[in-house]
């Protein structure tokens, strides 16, 4: 996870990810670049969503539950998804606010679901409006783009 801790907000990454090797220079007072902290935003949010409640004994609540109920129609399967999404992603990325969740229908592939966020990022390093896409693929697993 790539949790940004406040005196480090004004680096807009995680300080595990200046840490990686082969990641870019970034300097104190230029900070970083808006598509490092974007990129960021989307590996955090990709972790978030695959992670299972009661995967992290650390912090029991990170994370999304099991949505394999068969008892639930597509639609309200896609709106209770959606409602994770967003408690999910207000606790634990803090770099996210003023969020906008739509379930985006596709015809092609009424098997995947789609979801589109809207977003501001606040932080010291950067101020933008972000769009992120979410697929839930047939595997379950969440692909963020």
């Known amino acids: 996870m790539s949790y940004i801790a406040l005196e480090e907000s004004a680096y807009g990454v995680s300080f ?22 974007l990129e960021s935003i989307k590996r955090n949010v990709s972790n978030l969503l695959n992670t299972r409640l009661g995967e992290a004994q650390s912090a029991p609540g990170l994370g999304l539950i099991d949505f ?35 379930v985006v229908s596709d015809l092609n592939s009424p098997l995947n679901l ?23 693929d047939n595997s379950r697993k969440y692909r963020v783009f």
Request: glycine letters at 4%; charged letters at 30%; proline letters at 4%.
């Open 16 to 37: 595990f990810e200046r840490l990686e090797a082969g990641s870019s220079l970034r300097s104190v007072t230029k900070g970083p670049d808006p598509s490092d902290v």
């Open 114 to 136: 789609r979801f589109q966020i809207e977003a501001k990022i606040s932080s010291k390093a950067l101020h933008e409006n972000v769009q992120i896409q979410l697929l839930l």
């Open 68 to 102: 394999n109920d068969a008892t639930l129609g597509s639609n309200d399967l896609a709106v209770q998804i959606k409602f994770a999404i967003r408690h999910c992603l207000e606790k634990y990325e803090p770099r996210l606010n003023c969020m906008e969740i739509r």
